[in-house]
């Protein structure tokens, strides 16, 4: 009988409503969106004094939240470290027992809790106000314990949260990712922060490699690069390109400058024309001062040479216009650069 109303209790539930539940999504949405707007109502100096306090910061920006609110916190510290602001995450339950020696009086320390009284935080705040540590709190009550030992405190308070029941941190943690991203796009606009400087922090990602890839990582060289003399016959030129399989060789003179340059298209324009082919040498059918790049050329740059002139190959050469390398769009499409 008992056991009869355990698997009542568990497996009884509502019948699914799909209407009620796109419903119930646009309202998540709704008063997400309003939490977010009542963020940008409420700002004033106290956010450039958080900015401030983070770019004169010697150490890093030690980010610390309990629950909810330390998910978030890992993703603010995230963020922040790869727009060039130095953050670490730190558990404010674990700091109590140990990690508070990862903190130092020329580290920032980023609170984030809704109430602002949570024990953890309350355990710490003492020492780190005697370690002197710059405190910024993110905190739904600006009367809260933490609040009161902040040097900075950005009001994240919400109306209500999106969960039905206005338990579950929803609206409140929506509104702590906001404030955090916005310290980091403050930030990184404060420290000149470029693409480049993304890319550098993101070396695996695709931007990474489009703005830290050179020509050089890329391009064949050595014996892989097709080149001939002007005097080379058309057979030599053509056996030439089918060993090296670019699809393009150079013709380069007795110092190895290059000269012009003969691809796949040439041969094939070239036999439509009729014209005999067994007395041409390279000379008689290269295009001569072709385009060329640079070794310490980014490899995005030769993928919009190759684009905006509709051609596959394309040379590389030294300052003194050597040659010293070629690549093809699929050596660029191999290195995920296109």
């Known amino acids: 009988m008992r056991l009869d109303r355990i698997k009542r209790m568990t497996f009884e539930r509502p019948a699914f ?14 008063i997400e969106a309003a939490a977010v707007l009542g963020l940008g109502e409420r700002i004033g100096p106290e956010f450039a004094d958080a900015v401030q306090a983070i770019l004169r910061c010697s150490g890093r920006v030690v980010v610390m939240g309990m629950g909810k609110s330390g998910h978030i916190g890992r993703k603010i510290a995230a963020t922040l470290a790869s727009t060039g ?19 130092t009086p ?17 355990a710490i705040l003492p020492t780190l106000r005697r370690l002197q540590v710059m405190l910024v709190a993110l905190t739904g009550s600006t009367q809260s314990s933490l609040a009161q030992h902040a040097d900075v405190v950005l009001d994240t308070s919400v109306a209500q949260e999106a969960c039905p029941l206005n338990l579950a941190p929803t609206a409140s943690t929506t509104a702590q990712l906001a404030m ?32 830290l890839t050179l020509v050089a990582d890329v391009m064949r060289h050595g014996d892989a690069v097709p080149a001939v003399r002007p005097d080379a016959s058309l057979g030599e030129l053509m056996r030439e390109m089918s060993v090296k399989g670019l699809g393009a060789s150079a013709v380069t003179d007795a110092q190895d400058r290059v000269l012009g340059i003969f691809t ?19 000379a008689d059918v290269m295009h001569a001062k072709p385009r060329t790049l640079m070794a310490n050329a980014l490899a995005v740059d030769a993928a919009a040479l190759m684009e905006q002139h509709r051609i596959t190959s394309v040379l590389v050469t030294d300052a003194a216009g050597q040659l010293c390398g070629a690549l093809n769009s699929n050596d660029l499409l191999r290195a995920k650069v296109i």
């Open 264 to 282: 796949d298209g040439d041969l094939r324009r070239l036999i439509e024309t009729g014209v005999d082919l067994r007395a041409m040498q390279a």
């Open 85 to 103: 602001t130095p953050a670490m995450f730190v558990h404010p339950g674990e700091a109590s027992h140990g990690d508070l020696g990862m903190i």
């Open 180 to 211: 955090g991203d916005a310290l980091a796009v403050a930030l990184l606009q404060a420290r000149g922060f470029k693409p480049e400087d993304f890319a550098r922090s993101h070396p695996g990602g695709a931007l990474g490699r489009k703005l």
């Open 17 to 30: 409503d799909p209407a009620q539940a796109v419903a119930l999504a646009r309202k998540t949405f709704e």
């Open 106 to 122: 020329a580290d920032v320390v980023l609170a984030i809790s809704n109430s602002g009284e949570g024990a953890e935080f309350s």
